[in-house]
């Protein structure tokens, strides 16, 4: 049985930094692109960040460029987003999900086949 489960949320100030942390069982990391998404309340989820198989390749919404950073540790079975410089904005459920697919980063939620139950991180003004 596939899991992944979500850590590191919370409540900060805007500024801040959060790192967040995906922990996968059931499936091998290496084998799967791997993405983040959020979901701000009264919005649909939305694509944060996907990295390819061994971190050669990311991908990021132009709202997290240069703020955020995903990364993986295959060894941990585990991918990161680090989020600096946080903003209000950025308060959401944030989920991580796996691709099996290998095809090529994916920014939309149906490519998925794997999804975490989501940590809230909520930012204040």
């Known amino acids: 049985q596939v899991q992944l489960v979500e850590s590191g949320g919370g409540l900060v100030q805007a500024g801040d930094s959060l790192r967040l942390s995906c922990a996968a069982s059931?499936?091998?990391?290496?084998?799967?692109?791997m993405g983040w998404f959020r979901q701000a309340p009264g919005k649909e989820r939305e694509f944060v960040a996907a990295i390819s198989r061994f971190g050669r390749n990311t991908l990021y919404t132009d709202a997290v460029k240069g703020r955020f950073t995903i990364s993986r540790d295959n060894a941990k079975n585990t991918v990161y987003l680090q989020m600096n410089s946080l903003k209000p904005e950025d308060t959401a459920v944030y989920y991580c999900a796996a691709d099996p697919s290998l095809v090529r980063l994916h920014t939309e939620e149906f490519e998925y086949d794997y999804w975490g139950q989501g940590t809230q991180v909520t930012v204040s003004s």
């Open positions: 059931g499936l091998t990391l290496s084998k799967n692109y």
